[in-house]
């Protein structure tokens, strides 16, 4: 069985940080350290105890899912952010959506992110699905076979992902005429749609040198390869990538 790791929704494969609300947010939160107090187990533990002390009715549809997400402030307050790329999400599951933000209410147990010593707002997320949370609880429950992350080029019935692309990416982009004498990196970031499709294609780290830049574009538009989309709970979301491409000196 395979336990959801915390990436589906994270912005980038890499850590950074963002403009939200006014404020610069971390996107993740680092290795070894939780948003919540005793862990996810712990998370999913007292939502289900809040559901039942508060006397909180069931979704009449049980294939209702919803992925929470949260700012965990410095003072260990949250707020929650809206998921640009599936904006649809909360109308299609309301009953999720409010059951959410009404047990949000009742959760005090966050943990504000770390970096070298100091406290930041950070990132955090959870996959909400009501029909595990109500009398079908089990003790040390987590969300299990719920993710599918794009693939790229299936074969023999798995897909390949980021690294396939990348490679992809390397034998499509022509850079003949160019000569650089430094190493240097390039940051793409795309997403894949609901139909597989790469939409919202720009460079978030330039070379400086704008034919260059296009030249990479051009590439990457010409691949006729599709992706598949990322699903939850079998249905397909929008799914950002951040691609980074190392150039080391040319010969």
């Known amino acids: 069985m395979i336990i959801i790791e915390k990436l589906l929704f994270a912005i980038s494969l890499l850590l950074f940080s963002f403009q939200i609300f006014g404020q610069t947010i971390m996107n993740k939160y680092p290795v070894g350290q939780n948003s919540y107090e005793g862990g996810d187990v712990q998370f999913y533990k007292d939502f289900h105890q809040i559901l039942i002390d508060k006397k909180l009715k069931p979704c009449e549809n049980k294939n209702e899912f919803h992925v929470l997400k949260l700012v965990v402030y410095e003072d260990a307050s949250v707020k929650y952010v809206k998921d640009e790329l599936n904006a649809d999400a909360a109308i299609k599951n309301k009953c999720t959506f409010d059951l959410s933000l009404e047990v949000l209410r009742y959760m005090d147990k966050w943990k ?96 400086g040198n704008d034919e260059f830049d296009e030249r990479i574009l051009d590439g990457i538009r010409s691949i006729r390869k599709r992706w598949s989309p990322a699903k939850i709970h079998g249905e397909p979301i929008n799914y950002r990538f951040r691609l980074p491409l190392n150039f080391s000196a040319s010969e």
């Open 112 to 207: 504000p992110a770390t970096f070298d010593d100091i406290k930041k707002p950070t990132i955090t997320w959870f996959i909400i699905f009501p029909d595990a949370l109500f009398d079908k609880y089990k003790e040390g429950y987590l969300p299990q076979n719920f993710e599918e992350r794009a693939g790229f080029d299936k074969k023999d019935g798995l897909p390949g992902g980021i690294n396939s692309f990348r490679a992809e990416v390397v034998r499509n982009v022509d850079l003949r005429g160019f000569k650089w004498s430094e190493p240097f990196k390039l940051v793409v970031t795309f997403v894949v749609n609901r139909e597989g499709k790469i939409e919202q294609l720009k460079l978030d780290e330039s070379s």
